[in-house]
């Protein structure tokens, strides 16, 4: 059904529901292409008096990302161009990406919150407003 589908991991064991429902979807012929966004270490760190290189930080956090990525692909043997881990906020950074690679369709877990929880947004309703392709939530962890 879809020739290209991009799926957006936060590397959690969540991660593995939401890639398996993912290449089930996509089938055989399709590219799957996997996607985890770093978010920037908090500059308020970076004060001296917690004496913290977030420079030095933020490129273990990117490198420790990468590294777990790069893993999560070859055991779907995904080619390495087709891995991608980025630096910013995780919803736009997606979208962007899912327009860059022209996908036909994000796969995305969600909590399904309800309540209050709704009010705070969660990543996947980010990426859903003003995404121009299919999205497709993964129910992942638990109810509440
Ligand atoms: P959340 O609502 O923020 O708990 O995230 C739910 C889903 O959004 C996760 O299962 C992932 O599919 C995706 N997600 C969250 N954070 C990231 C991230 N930093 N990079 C890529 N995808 C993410």
Known sequence: MYNTVLVAVD??????KVIKTAADLAGESSKLHLVHVVEPVAAAYSMDIYAVNVSELQQEAIKFAEQKLE???????????RVHTL???????????????????IVIGSHGHSGWKILLGSTAIKVLH????DVMTVHVGKDD
Not at 73 to 80: N, S
Not at 87 to 105: K, Q, T
């Open 11 to 16: 590397l959690s064991e969540d991660s593995k």
């Open 71 to 81: 893993k999560i692909g070859q055991e779907l043997a995904i080619e390495p161009d």
């Open 87 to 105: 630096l910013g906020a995780p919803a736009p950074e997606i979208r962007n990406l899912a327009n860059e690679l022209g996908v036909d369709a």
């Open 130 to 133: 003003g995404s121009t392709c």
